[in-house]
């Protein structure tokens, strides 16, 4: 069974702060890892991607994510977080498989607050 | 840029109610999807069509129908409302089916099941 474990439910930061959101995966083949932004009453914005290469990789306004496939990980973070960073922040995972078949597995959000 | 939309925002059904919730995309995407979001959980799929005219069964259809009536609009169907049933619906579409595309959200329905 492929899981996606956002192991803090909430994350509570202050403006300027960096911040780590946490993200583990368990799956034994290759996979597609993602991160996604859901703003309060609004749908799910993508943030940012990785596959394979470089394991780290850059994503909008400032973010990005570290793969580790020793930790089964892709940690999502930012340097210097705004107040409008505040959200829920979804890892997705999607295995590949030789069927062709695939679908986004979400784990279940951090929701990040970040104080004036 | 495009837009997703979903009717109704908010749907308050009786429990055992057939409900209706419809999305609509301008991106002219092929593939659209539809989730399930409960509350402190992620999300998870119920259905997707790959181009118009196919239907996928995602980990969730089962109390579900749904119809790809065009390229453009997306419907689900709750055939059976549940009682005290909660939960926000999330359409989605993407430019083709496959790991690297990237999906765009819409801004959700939100149900209430009395």
């Known amino acids: 069974t492929q899981t996606v474990s956002q192991s803090d439910a909430h994350v509570t930061v202050f403006e300027g702060d960096s911040v780590e959101l946490r993200c583990n995966y368990s799956?034994?083949?290759?996979?597609?890892l993602s991160w996604y932004i859901q703003h309060h009453g609004h749908g799910l914005q993508f943030l940012l991607k990785?596959?394979?290469?470089?394991?780290v990789v850059q994503g909008v306004n400032g973010f990005e994510a570290e793969f580790s496939k020793s930790d089964s990980s892709f940690h999502l973070r930012k340097a210097s977080v705004h107040w409008s960073d505040s959200a829920v922040y979804f890892c997705?995972?999607?295995?590949?498989?030789?069927?062709?078949?695939?679908?986004?597995?979400f784990g279940s959000g951090t929701q990040l607050t970040v104080m004036p | 840029g495009g837009i997703i939309t979903q009717t109704p925002k908010f749907l308050i059904g009786q429990e055992g109610q057939k409900l209706t919730l419809k999305c609509q995309q301008n991106?002219?995407?092929?593939?659209m999807y539809w989730y399930r979001q409960d509350s402190g959980k992620g999300l998870r799929l119920i259905y997707y069509?790959?181009?118009?005219?196919?239907?996928q069964k995602g980990d969730l259809s089962e109390g579900y129908d749904a119809s790809r009536e065009k390229k453009s609009s997306f419907s689900l169907t709750v055939t059976s409302a549940q009682k005290n049933e909660m939960a926000v619906f999330l359409c989605?579409?993407?430019?083709?089916?496959?790991?690297?595309?990237?999906?765009?959200f819409g801004p959700g329905t939100r149900l209430t099941v009395l």
């Open positions: 997705a995972v999607t295995p590949i498989v030789s069927s062709g078949s695939w679908q986004l597995i």
């Open positions: 799956y034994g083949g290759s996979i597609y």
């Open positions: 990785y596959y394979s290469g470089n394991p």
């Open positions: 991106f002219n995407h092929d593939t």
């Open positions: 989605a579409s993407s430019i083709g089916a496959g790991i690297s595309y990237e999906q765009y």
């Open positions: 069509s790959i181009t118009e005219n196919d239907l």
